[in-house]
């Protein structure tokens, strides 16, 4: 029996006949141990020129800042006032809460109109360690925050226990948010609720809880809130020194979240992310449950959210139901959507971008800023589907292909 391939006798045959033979499959992928497909190597967490950006940043926000603010007098032109530090600070703080929802909508799908509830939920609970941090020196020189006195409270609510030691309430500022978003991702994410239900229900569950904060009986200020800090950890919260430790301490936590999203997202948990994203089904049918992938970014994202109200408060020295109105969470989205979905520095970008606008059209034209966020927001759905991020790439390709 001839040894000749299968193959190659079909090939002698159809040249004979006057045939051409298909080109044969593609070889299957290559296979790792155990028969596994080989997947592609993990790209770095930056590249070059990405590593270089943020040490940029991490001077700027480390050195450059408080040179500027703490040791430039304030008759220089390279003063940085004490007004734009805690402007900057306020938006790094936004940041936080836009690179959270990029995590949750921009990498897995899922639009949040709630993030505003962690975000406060994160401020309440730094406020109430700032309103124990008053002692004394209140208006009514009791151990009870003013509020409390004036509603004539005998001792503090139990939910108030840790509220003296900062270090537990810096626990709970990272679980409470985290604990909300695992009870209600569990139940929502497990009956497979999506889309714009999973939007509403959200923007309602933000909307029910600002209208429980804002009754007196529940023991956080009603609709006055928090204000009137005092120190923080003991040392007084109005000094330059202690601003701007707020705000370098604000730069770092937003760089350190901005690497931690670019390792997650480059993980093999970041792929299966981006693939519920992109067909649920197809990923659950490849053996993989959703609703633990999908419950996990939803709690990080919210503990994320916290982080950032906590860091929010002590700059903006008040903290009241307000931040919990629908229209805080939907201002959330806006910044990743101007920024550039899946993209992690386009929501910061969208983050100063918007709130920066904001800052100036409050103070300039404040009758009309609402015109302007809704234009903003019209304009780049039309037209910059990936945001400004995505056009910046889009123009930088273009002018590559050209050069070439």
Not at 118 to 143: C, D, P, V
Not at 212 to 218: A, C, D, P
Request: glycine fraction near 10%.
């Amino acid at each position: 029996m001839s040894s000749t391939p299968m193959s190659s006798i079909e090939s002698a045959l159809a040249a004979e006949a006057g045939t051409q033979v298909p080109a044969p499959p593609p070889p299957p992928p290559p296979l790792g141990q155990a028969g596994r497909v080989a997947l592609p190597g993990r790209a770095p967490l930056l590249t070059r020129p990405g590593w270089a950006a943020f040490f940029v940043a991490l001077l700027a926000v480390c050195a450059l800042a408080p040179v500027l603010n703490l040791v430039v007098p304030d008759g220089s032109a390279l003063h940085l006032s004490d007004y734009t530090v805690a402007v900057l600070g306020r938006i790094m703080c936004y940041a936080i809460a836009a690179l959270a929802m990029d995590l949750i909508w921009g990498y897995t799908g899922i639009l949040s109109l709630g993030h505003g509830l962690f975000f406060a939920l994160g401020g309440y609970m730094m406020g109430m360690y700032l309103m124990r941090q008053i002692g004394l020196e209140g208006n009514y020189k009791s151990e009870l925050p003013d509020f409390m006195v004036f509603l004539d409270w005998k001792e503090l609510p139990w939910h108030w226990t840790f509220s003296g030691s900062f270090v537990l309430q810096m626990i709970l500022v990272v679980a409470l948010p985290g604990l909300l978003a695992f009870v209600f991702g569990y139940f929502a994410f497990r009956s497979r609720i999506k889309g714009v239900y999973f939007s509403i229900i959200t923007q309602a569950l933000t909307f029910a809880a600002m209208l429980l904060f804002f009754r007196n009986e529940t023991g956080f200020g009603g609709n006055n809130g928090f204000t009137d800090f005092k120190r923080i950890v003991d040392i007084p919260i109005a000094t330059p020194q202690m601003r701007m430790t707020l705000f370098v301490t604000t730069g770092l936590v937003l760089l350190g979240f901005f690497l931690f999203a670019r390792w997650l997202v480059g993980s093999k948990f970041g792929r299966v992310l981006q693939a519920i994203r992109d067909a649920e089904s197809r990923v659950m049918f490849s053996g993989y449950n959703p609703l633990r992938y999908k419950l996990t970014i939803w709690t990080l994202s919210a503990m994320m959210c916290g982080v950032a109200g906590a860091l929010y408060v002590p700059q903006v020295g008040i903290i009241n139901p307000t931040e919990m109105s629908p229209a805080n969470s939907i201002e959330i989205a806006i910044w990743a959507a101007v920024g550039g979905r899946a993209t992690l520095i386009g929501p910061i970008v969208g983050a100063f971008l918007v709130s920066g606008a904001k800052s100036w059209f409050t103070t300039v034209f404040p009758e009309y800023w609402l015109y302007f966020l809704g234009a903003m927001f019209i304009l780049v759905t039309l037209y910059l589907p990936h945001g400004v991020v995505g056009l910046v790439r889009k123009l930088l390709a273009r002018g590559k292909e050209e050069r070439a």
